[in-house]
């Protein structure tokens, strides 16, 4: 996999299937949100402006506040990898939104997603 070619994408060109992918399945933006801000610790104000000035995701994740301490949390498989198992810190991260995004589609409950 090209984790460069990955870094240097635009949040901003990835979000829109994102908030398809749970929309098609019963959920909402607002909980996308959450569970974005979650993730990074971005209020909604700051995602924002991230997603409107095309941050790609290397800079998203890098200007980030804070990941939050229970991502280790984070387990299973996205594309074909563990995500626990991914070594690039970075890739790491996406993944882990990208399993995020998975449970919140499949319905998981908003307490397990967050792992509360």
């Not at 098609?24 to 607002?30: F, M, P, Q, V, W």
Request: hydrophobic fraction near 35%; proline fraction near 4%.
């Amino acid at each position: 996999m090209d984790n460069k070619r990955v870094f240097l994408m635009p949040f901003a060109s990835v979000y829109p299937h994102y908030i398809n992918k749970v929309e098609k399945k019963g959920r909402t933006k607002a909980e996308l949100d959450t569970v974005i801000c979650w993730l990074t610790g971005y209020d909604q104000l700051v995602l924002q402006q991230q997603i409107e000035n095309k941050t790609n995701f290397e800079d998203f994740f890098n200007q980030a506040p804070k990941i939050h301490p229970n991502a280790s949390k984070i387990t299973g498989v996205i594309c074909g990898y563990r995500v626990e198992a991914i070594e690039d810190p970075l890739m790491q991260k996406i993944r882990y939104l990208d399993k995020l995004v998975d449970e919140l589609a499949k319905g998981k409950s908003m307490d397990k997603i967050l792992r509360t």
